[in-house]
């Protein structure tokens, strides 16, 4: 058996490549199945892709006329129903399926910060920089305003069925809480502001990382931490999280061109690789936004540089 160390990357090149955004991605999700993929670009605005034809399904619009009005963040639902596009100013349900919208909402005071879907486009959820994350139930139109952080949000997710959100931000804080009530389920604290968090789509693990280096993986059914990642590095920022269906590993994605697979149980980096950069004739970085799990035993990844990229999910100890 060979083991596999954090020090040398596992893989140098992708399996494949596809590339979706010219000049670059200012946001990008791939959907959980690994079967659609939403870039938001200067040129194409937001495009929808089919990648397993890898053919361009559709183009959005959401106000692609000044820097301000990018999107610059993407949620896609567990089951790929809909999607969830916003911009600093204002936020936009799109059905996946027929391609079409489904609303358009405009934050007045403060700015977009993150953005989360239920399944069904059912509910929406939205983290503010005025410290406010708002539950908003597309059908009713009912909106809860959780008031439970302090200062800027940075970081918001939402279980498939819309009950349990988590929500950190840059008080040092990390809740989990109940999307009904907006009562604390739990609370994570950190030493530096809490720049991402995630939820198992499974309801079975949360995850919360700090500015600074720490990152822990907790028990959503107990509250309990599992787990602290290892061999963490100050500038090494989440920027996207993926649980396996298994429940044995997670694999992030960094603002470094990072990819890292780690288990759960110990918070042992496993395998890491680094995704492409847009061709330049200096070099440059690339930030990882989605990460998601193919039929073929491979990974899909797609990063600011506007690529797409398939990975042999390595052979794991």
């Known amino acids: 058996m060979t083991t596999i160390t954090a020090c040398k990357p596992v893989t140098q090149k992708p399996l494949a490549r596809w590339q979706q955004a010219a000049e670059g991605a200012y946001?990008?999700?791939?959907?959980?199945?690994?079967?659609?993929?939403?870039?938001?670009?200067?040129?194409?605005?937001l495009s929808v892709w089919d990648?397993?034809?890898?053919?361009?399904?559709?183009?959005?619009?959401?106000?692609?006329?000044?820097?301000?009005?990018?999107?610059?963040?993407i949620d896609i639902s567990e089951n790929a129903s809909h999607v969830l596009t916003a911009n600093r100013n204002?936020?936009?349900?799109?059905?996946?399926?027929?391609g079409k919208s489904e609303g358009y909402w405009r934050v007045r005071e403060s700015h977009i910060r993150d953005i989360a879907i239920s399944n069904g486009g059912d509910y929406l959820l939205i983290g503010k920089s005025n410290a406010t994350v708002v539950h908003v139930a597309v059908d009713t139109g009912r909106r809860l305003e959780f008031l439970g952080h302090k200062e800027k949000i940075n970081s918001v997710d939402m279980l498939p069925?819309?009950?349990?959100?988590?929500?950190?931000?840059?008080?040092?804080?990390?809740?989990?809480?109940?999307?009904q009530s907006g009562q604390v389920v739990y609370q994570f604290n950190h030493s530096s502001r809490v720049s991402k968090v995630a939820l198992d789509a499974r309801g079975r693990y949360a995850f919360s990382a700090d500015s600074m280096k720490a990152a822990y993986i907790w028990d959503l059914?107990?509250?309990?931490?599992?787990?602290?990642?290892?061999?963490?590095?100050?500038?090494?920022?989440?920027?996207?999280?993926?649980?396996?269906?298994?429940?044995?590993?997670?694999?992030?994605?960094?603002?470094?061109?990072k990819v890292s697979v780690w288990d759960i149980a110990t918070g042992k980096r496993l395998a890491?690789?680094?995704?492409?950069?847009?061709?330049?004739k200096r070099p440059t970085g690339a930030v990882v936004y989605s990460v998601a799990f193919g039929d073929n035993k491979d990974l899909l990844t797609i990063s600011s540089s506007g690529y797409v990229e398939s990975w042999p999910m390595p052979k794991l100890p």
């Open 90 to 98: 204002n936020f936009a349900l799109w059905n996946l399926q027929s």
């Open 221 to 257: 059914k107990t509250g309990k931490r599992i787990s602290a990642l290892q061999g963490t590095k100050r500038h090494e920022v989440f920027s996207t999280v993926r649980f396996s269906p298994d429940g044995k590993t997670m694999i992030t994605g960094a603002a470094t061109k």
């Open 27 to 45: 946001a990008g999700q791939i959907s959980s199945d690994a079967k659609f993929s939403v870039v938001s670009s200067i040129h194409h605005g």
């Open 161 to 179: 069925n819309g009950r349990v959100a988590m929500s950190g931000g840059n008080d040092f804080t990390a809740y989990v809480w109940d999307t």
């Open 272 to 280: 890491h690789w680094f995704v492409t950069p847009k061709e330049a």
């Open 51 to 73: 990648l397993t034809k890898h053919e361009r399904l559709y183009n959005w619009s959401q106000e692609q006329n000044t820097s301000d009005n990018l999107v610059l963040t």
